[in-house]
């Protein structure tokens, strides 16, 4: 099929973007896609949102909140959209879980949720948490990540020597959002749990730990443990 030089694209089709999976008692936002017989897309503001289920509610702007449930329900959300005379729906299956709160997580060095960037070896201090701890001589840093969604008390393990960094830089983050960096001296307080504070995730907490070089920088283990705010 061809188009006449200067005339719109028809309507094809539209999707609904967003999370498959809500907690229970937070927010969700979706958005709508429209596509184009020419293989062109862009979002659009739906008319209307919709939704099947009594444990949640969309809005006009595509803001789902869940309420609270007994175990994980289903939730079928619906768009409609117009353009150029042409109507289009879609459907889009979500589950709203039951969320139970993890009282604590401990992520050791070498553990499936870490990760690392630069040359860590397994190092030779004393009273490591576990088998373990590693340390690296160079630039890098090195990456624990939890799924947790609420507040939780943070702390942090190392083990120390005379040629530890005395100023390590460490970061706490809510996904890709920034939500504290501290310092510490390595050189002290090692071979203990060592608490960073209390920090309010929402899905993914992660704890990177930084190696600046010309000093040796421990990671070893890190500590999540359910909480209260102040």
Same mark, same amino acid.
């Given at each position: 099929?061809?188009?006449?030089?200067?005339?719109?694209?028809?309507?094809?089709?539209?999707?609904? !973007?967003?999370?498959?999976?809500?907690?229970?008692?937070?927010? +969700?936002?979706?958005?709508?896609?429209?596509? $184009?017989?020419?293989?062109?897309?862009?979002?659009?503001?739906?008319?209307?949102?919709?939704?099947?289920?009594?444990?949640?509610?969309?809005?006009?702007?595509?803001?789902?909140?869940?309420?609270?449930?007994?175990?994980? !329900?289903?939730?079928?959300?619906?768009?409609?959209?117009?353009?150029?005379?042409?109507?289009?729906? +879609?459907?889009?299956?979500?589950?709203?879980?039951?969320?139970?709160?993890?009282?604590?997580?401990?992520?050791?060095?070498?553990?499936?949720?870490?990760?690392?960037?630069?040359?860590?070896?397994?190092?030779?201090?004393?009273?490591? $948490?576990?088998?373990?701890?590693?340390?690296?001589?160079? *630039?890098?840093?090195?990456?624990? !990540? +939890?799924?947790?969604?609420?507040?939780?008390?943070?702390?942090?393990?190392?083990?120390?020597?005379?040629?530890?960094?005395? *100023?390590?830089?460490? !970061?706490?983050?809510?996904?890709?959002?920034?939500?504290?960096?501290?310092?510490?001296?390595?050189?002290?307080?090692?071979?203990?749990?060592?608490?960073?504070?209390?920090?309010?995730? *929402?899905?993914?907490?992660?704890?990177?730990?930084?190696?600046?070089?010309?000093? *040796?920088?421990?990671?070893?283990?890190?500590?999540?443990?359910? +909480?209260?705010?102040?």
């Amino acid at each position: 099929m061809s188009f006449i030089a200067g005339e719109a694209p028809d309507l094809d089709r539209i999707e609904i !973007e967003g999370p498959v999976n809500v907690d229970e008692n937070t927010d +969700a936002n979706y958005n709508c896609r429209a596509y $184009y017989t020419d293989g062109s897309n862009q979002l659009v503001e739906p008319d209307p949102w919709s939704e099947d289920s009594s444990f949640a509610a969309i809005s006009t702007t595509g803001l789902l909140t869940a309420s609270e449930v007994t175990s994980d !329900e289903p939730c079928e959300i619906s768009a409609s959209y117009t353009e150029g005379g042409i109507t289009k729906t +879609a459907t889009y299956d979500i589950t709203i879980r039951d969320f139970v709160p993890v009282s604590e997580v401990i992520i050791d060095n070498g553990d499936p949720e870490t990760s690392s960037v630069g040359s860590w070896y397994p190092s030779g201090g004393v009273n490591p $948490y576990g088998e373990n701890s590693l340390f690296c001589k160079y *630039s890098g840093n090195y990456t624990y !990540e +939890a799924s947790l969604s609420g507040p939780y008390e943070v702390s942090l393990y190392w083990t120390q020597t005379a040629i530890r960094c005395t *100023s390590v830089e460490v !970061e706490i983050f809510d996904g890709d959002s920034l939500l504290d960096t501290q310092l510490i001296n390595q050189r002290e307080d090692g071979g203990q749990w060592n608490v960073f504070g209390i920090y309010d995730f *929402s899905g993914t907490a992660k704890v990177n730990i930084i190696s600046q070089g010309g000093c *040796s920088t421990s990671a070893d283990a890190v500590s999540f443990v359910s +909480a209260t705010l102040p």
